[in-house]
């Protein structure tokens, strides 16, 4: 059989992986594939090896050939952000395009000398700095006396890509690139958004959320939250003293009252009160990094995710949250055509390639503001 055109995305999530091969001439969708992870499976460590294994069995029953590489999204909690600013004065004896060239090399050399335990899975300029004024994009023919660049560097542990490609590769199968999901699906979602605002995308997942700044369609910054969709499943257990299968279909069909025959109406008041109050403690610390700078007033707030399902009932207003906010009801279909349309885009950097015959000896010493 012959070998078909196809490249294949793979959303590693807590509960559900989701595949789907395109076509690289037509840019379709080919096939695709959704399997659902059971309470059993995510607490059993070694279901993993057996869920990629049969992941890896349909895509390749459904494609008609062997799988030999995929393009992987997955979000990790440990992942680390760093922003970096590098400049350097200008000569005049070098062009412009030379001179970012420059400095993009010497902070990817610097972050990889720096941070030896994480690999730098994105690479994206955040703002070009001319003297004191910022640009979004590298302007022309302008006169300056200092050139410099904003960087935001997306590190993951390497002991995590470790063992995931190890897990793949136990089924002959290669991880072409690494994707962060959630920061993927936020740039796909913000090309739809006809908004000139900025905007926050906030994906609410199982154990955690995040959340994405973006000013003039460019990201701004973003947070990782330890909280998720999962805590207010166990908040209801604990206190109603339940298993969590049976909290989280409490969580699910709280707004329908004739659901709960078994239920008191204090305790219903009680399931109400517990799922509002965790939600907008979410809601409030999601957004706090955003407060921090100019506040919410002029900001676009976009919420999607199997956690964000919680927001969308009919006692919603009773949630005290202060802003507007907008659902997505996303589909796996969507969030593999973010990973398939970010490797297609122009969204980051080469983060492989660096140029050190170029790099002087003792340069770091002049030239960073560092933060996370």
Do not use: W
Request: with cysteine.
């Amino acid at each position: 059989m012959d070998k078909k055109n196809l490249i294949t995305f793979v959303d590693l999530g807590t509960t559900g992986v989701r595949a789907c091969s395109f076509n690289i001439e037509t840019k379709k969708i080919e096939s695709n594939f959704d399997l659902p992870i059971n309470k059993e499976e995510l607490n059993n460590l070694t279901s993993k090896d057996e869920i990629i294994e049969k992941l890896v069995f349909n895509i390749e029953k459904k494609n008609g050939e062997y799988l030999n590489e995929i393009y992987l999204m997955v979000d990790d909690l440990n992942i680390l952000p760093i922003t970096i600013t590098n400049f350097k004065k200008s000569d005049g004896q070098i062009s412009d395009n030379e001179l970012s060239k420059h400095l993009t090399d010497e902070v990817k050399y610097q972050i990889n000398k720096n941070y030896p335990k994480y690999e730098v899975v994105h690479m994206v300029v955040k703002n070009y700095i001319l003297d004191k004024k910022k640009f979004f994009n590298l302007p022309k023919d302008l006169h300056y006396s200092k050139f410099s660049i904003e960087f935001l560097f997306i590190l993951y542990p390497k002991s995590f890509i470790e063992k995931i490609k190890k897990i793949f590769e136990e089924q002959n199968v290669s991880i072409k690139k690494i994707i962060f999901s959630s920061y993927s699906k936020s740039l796909f979602y913000l090309n739809k958004i006809n908004s000139e605002k900025k905007v926050i995308f906030v994906d609410i997942g199982y154990e955690k959320t995040c959340a994405f700044l973006f000013n003039n369609k460019k990201i701004d910054g973003f947070k990782i939250l330890p909280i998720g969709g999962n805590h207010i499943t166990k908040d209801i257990s604990k206190i109603l003293k339940v298993d969590n299968d049976y909290a989280e279909d409490i969580k699910l069909n709280f707004d329908n009252i004739n659901y709960y025959t078994d239920k008191k109406s204090e305790d219903l008041e009680l399931i109400k009160k517990i799922i509002f109050s965790r939600t907008e403690e979410l809601l409030e610390i999601s957004t706090l990094f955003a407060k921090a700078n100019d506040g919410l007033e002029n900001v676009k707030l976009v919420f999607f995710g199997n956690g964000s399902k919680v927001l969308d009932n009919k006692f919603k207003s009773n949630i005290i949250f202060n802003h507007d906010i907008d659902l997505l009801d996303e589909n796996y279909m969507d969030i593999c055509l973010s990973g398939f349309n970010f490797i297609n885009s122009k969204n980051e950097l080469d983060i492989d390639k660096i140029d050190t015959k170029e790099l002087k000896k003792g340069f770091f010493e002049r030239f960073f503001h560092l933060f996370n």
